[in-house]
């Protein structure tokens, strides 16, 4: 029923909304809500989602999301490691698709579709790289940033510059980074990569050091990138016609990431290359305790998203956040406690959902030092894996409004979640309590008549007592029924 309507009432205030029952957030199709439940009986078969949940899978021995009941939709290959541009095409003409393959396997196997990420030059390609000692060596590099892109340790240095085919300006021949898109989409074959996605955060100098190697340039990190984004559509495209295409994810708050975007789209035309607006929504302020990072903020981002891909002229196109957790830097400026990383993740989700965001690529599922959801030292979902499971299960196939202050206390967030049939839930927390040693500070609430239980993070679900509910930093979702 995606074009009937449901009028429905904020509980904690006097808001009412309209919601599009089952198409409106997710434009990619609707899943089917599923059974998911937290015990110690064996892990559960794998379970369809809707298509907005995506992940990040660090290592091809770790299980994989959907064997032990996480169920997800798509699966990203930035993260994974063994398949950057620069592994994978380590001299000029080979090529080893070894690795890549052994993923594709589990993605096939656990039903998920794939975006490929095309990042990081090859050291013997990179206009930087060729001139750089070593990996991690200044010597002979362009600039202190090329001594340090990202992953230079693992696949040589030179890998955030440009390929030495392509000028400033854009022109030249393309033909490295043709060379591997073509070999890549031989060996695969048609259909077996849906998202292509050009390049990865393209305003961090460690991710892509263009506007360093091209300082007489304007806009060259754009303009590079789209002349590559463009060839990337051609190439893919001649082959599989049904492929999807992103514009480079970039990142660092609302601000930041606009303003590349921004640059991308009106100084490149680099729109006419994407089918799908994307962006990382880290959320990252300061150092923690003080400035850790706070889910709300995702909002802003999206929506400085949406405006400046509106004032492009692409308003219409789906937008993806391809990238995001509560941070990679253990101790700096990333969450610690479990509780609280759970309380993040639930929030996270049901904030882009209620925005519109129409597919979600979490950062990652099994890395221990940046929003991991699964342990592989114990072989077990984190706490934070859990509260995954139920954020999938209260809101695959169902709506959500966009998430909001109640009118009743600071801090208090809630959101309307519709199902296709007309059940009404809401989620709802308190972003001003906190969690610590296992313990979470809560503040007693009233909630309308019609709920008559909640559940919790963890799977629980309790009776509402004298119609009000303990609310925490962690979601709770409100129903009807028992």
């Not at 891909?309 to 400026?333: I, Y």
């Amino acid at each position: 029923m995606p074009n009937d309507s449901l009028a429905v009432q904020k509980t904690c205030g006097v808001i009412c909304v309209a919601l599009v029952v089952c198409g409106a957030l997710f434009s990619e199709g609707c899943g089917s809500s599923s059974s998911l439940s937290h015990s110690q009986q064996p892990p559960p078969p794998a379970i369809e989602s809707a298509s907005f949940f995506g992940m990040s899978v660090n290592r091809s021995n770790d299980a994989w999301p959907t064997a032990v009941g996480a169920p997800f939709a798509s699966w990203r290959t930035l993260g994974s490691h063994g398949l950057l541009w620069a592994a994978m095409n380590p001299s000029d003409g080979a090529y080893d698709f070894s690795t890549f393959d052994q993923f594709m396997a589990s993605a096939q196997a656990g039903g998920q579709d794939v975006m490929f990420t095309a990042f990081a030059t090859p050291s013997w390609a990179s206009a930087a790289g060729s001139k750089c000692v070593s990996a991690g060596n200044p010597a002979g590099c362009l600039g202190p940033p090329n001594a340090t892109c990202a992953f230079d340790q693992q696949d040589g240095p030179g890998l955030c510059d440009p390929p030495t085919d392509i000028h400033c300006n854009g022109s030249g021949t393309d033909q490295h980074f043709i060379n591997f898109i073509s070999a890549l989409l031989k060996h695969v074959g048609p259909g077996k990569i849906k998202y292509w996605e050009m390049w990865n955060e393209p305003n961090v100098a460690k991710e892509w050091n263009a506007e360093a190697d091209c300082p007489n340039t304007p806009h060259a990190s754009q303009l590079i990138l789209a002349r590559m984004a463009k060839d990337l559509r051609t190439t893919v495209l001649a082959i599989d016609p049904n492929a999807r295409f992103t514009t480079p994810a970039a990142t660092g708050g609302p601000t930041l990431t606009s303003g590349w975007l921004e640059s991308y789209l009106k100084n490149t035309n680099g729109g006419t290359s994407a089918d799908i607006i994307a962006f990382h929504g880290y959320v990252q302020t300061g150092i923690c305790p003080i400035g850790c990072p706070v889910p709300e903020d995702v909002a802003t981002v999206v929506e400085e998203v949406k405006t400046v891909a509106s004032s492009a002229g692409q308003q219409n196109k789906p937008v993806f956040d391809t990238e995001g957790s509560w941070g990679a830097v253990a101790g700096v400026n990333t969450i610690l406690d479990p509780d609280q990383q759970a309380a993040f993740l639930g929030r996270y989700y049901l904030l882009q959902l209620g925005a519109g965001v129409s597919k979600f690529y979490w950062y990652g599922w099994d890395f221990l030092s940046s929003g991991f959801l699964y342990d592989p030292n114990t072989q077990s979902l984190a706490p934070s894996g859990v509260a995954y499971q139920q954020i999938v299960k209260w809101t695959s196939g169902n709506a959500v409004a966009p998430c909001a202050p109640t009118l009743s206390s600071v801090g208090q967030w809630s959101c309307l979640i519709a199902s296709s049939n007309g059940t009404q839930t809401e989620a709802m927390w308190d972003s001003s309590q906190k969690c610590a040693a296992g313990l979470c500070t809560t503040t007693n609430v009233s909630v309308a008549s019609q709920f008559i239980s909640y559940t919790d993070l963890t799977g629980q679900t309790h009776a509402i007592k004298n119609g009000t509910v303990p609310l925490s930093a962690k979601p709770i979702l409100l129903a009807t029924t028992n």
